[in-house]
């Protein structure tokens, strides 16, 4: 089950496109202290995706226009600059690893004065998520249901940084 929030101003609207039509905005759903995440269509391959977009709160703001990302004063623009560089990175280091319990990176691209990464669409509950709502950790023989998968995952998380 998919948790819904409530969009702030700060984020695209739903139905904007982008890649000349590539990709249609279906809705927000979460944002963080370095982006917001929303589901999207691959329009050409009618594929529900996950899209990230690289905005700092409190760094950037939405113009009027609300699709360019801008940031907000001078000073801030050198650490924009770097933390954007950053996230391309991470894009870049997670379409390099091949486990199925990773999630996929299949694009990465420059647009409205930002940058936006495209990965596959893993509908379901945040581990936090489930956390908070139930109040409880997770039963024992859950973790260890789970467990060989963090692990495989982790592995290949290392295994890649060693090919870096």
Avoid: C
Wanted: aromatic share 10%; net charge neutral; proline share 3%.
């Amino acid at each position: 089950m998919s948790q819904r929030y409530e969009a702030p101003a700060s984020v695209l609207p739903v139905g904007t496109t982008l890649q000349m039509g590539k990709y249609r905005v279906v809705r927000f759903i979460a944002s963080g202290g370095f982006g917001n995440t929303y589901e999207v269509v691959n329009v050409e391959f009618e594929e529900r995706m996950a899209m990230k977009e690289f905005f700092m709160r409190g760094v950037n703001e939405r113009d009027d226009d609300s699709m360019s990302v801008s940031v907000s004063n001078a000073e801030n623009k050198g650490q924009f600059e770097a933390q954007k560089n950053k996230l391309k990175k991470e894009a870049r280091r997670l379409r390099k690893l091949h486990n199925q319990y990773i999630v996929k990176v299949h694009d990465l691209f420059e647009e409205n004065g930002t940058v936006y990464y495209v990965m596959d669409y893993i509908d379901g509950e945040s581990l936090s998520t489930r956390i908070k709502r139930t109040g409880k950790p997770l039963p024992e023989h859950e973790v260890w249901n789970i467990l060989p998968q963090l692990l495989a995952a982790l592995d290949e998380v290392q295994i890649g940084r060693a090919h870096v």
